[in-house]
């Protein structure tokens, strides 16, 4: 590093201990605090990617999220680390999944987009639980008859898939894998009808699934 005071050692775990015991991601602004003497952004990224490299082959991975970086248990370990808890992993329902992929890849939307788009009646529990979970938000309104309100992703649910932005969302038909292998936590209750669960699968355009959507909630 180019300032002769800089300790890459001691600062790599100063930066470790901070992150390992983090309760939610810390965002760089945050992580410079750590630190008396002056640290660029850029000086603060590399360190912390030098830091990522260092957990290489470990059970726990140093990842960077949308909120910020934190560490995590890999993926392939969760399996085993789900016997020590007596909460069964969360399994989302095929109408919650599809509610969420709607608002996710086409966002901003409105329930009739969903409705619309599903062929079915959302249930107003599937979208209060996603609420409650945060992973989606209203953003504002459609300025048509009857205002109806613009739901959009939120950067919790980014966090909890850990992404950094929408764009690394994943092909569509993989969004359900994502969602029950890296979404952790407190399982969505939708409250869902019956008949919301046996309706047949609906999609989303493949065209417009690939545009993108809009930015998440910052």
């Known amino acids: ?9 001691h600062v790599k775990r100063v930066l470790e201990a901070a992150l390992l015991t983090a309760g939610e991601p810390l965002a760089v602004p945050e992580l410079k605090k750590l630190f008396d003497e002056s640290l660029s952004n850029d000086m603060l990224r590399n360190v912390l990617t030098e830091l990522a490299s260092d957990w290489d082959e470990r059970g726990v991975e140093l990842v960077n999220v949308a909120s910020g970086w ?51 009646m959302v249930s107003p529990g599937i979208i209060k ?46 969004l359900g894998q994502l969602v029950e292998t890296q979404a952790l936590g407190t399982p969505v209750d939708e409250g869902a009808t019956p008949e919301e669960d046996t309706v047949e699968a609906a999609a989303v355009p493949p065209q417009d699934a690939a545009e993108g959507a809009g930015p998440a909630i910052n």
């Open 70 to 120: 934190r560490f995590r248990a890999r993926p392939e370990y969760q399996q085993f680390l789900e016997r020590l808890s007596a909460r069964k992993p969360p399994r989302y329902s095929r109408a919650v999944l599809e509610t969420m992929a709607i608002i996710a890849y086409k966002q901003p939307v409105t329930r009739g987009d969903i409705e619309d788009i599903r062929g079915v």
């Open 1 to 9: 590093m180019d300032s002769p005071s800089f300790d890459l050692p």
């Open 129 to 174: 639980a996603l609420e409650a979970r945060g992973w989606i938000d209203v953003i504002g309104n459609r300025e048509v008859p009857g205002r109806p309100e613009l739901f959009a992703t939120t950067r919790q649910f980014l966090d909890d898939l850990n992404l950094r932005s929408l764009t690394e969302l994943p092909p569509l038909e993989d």
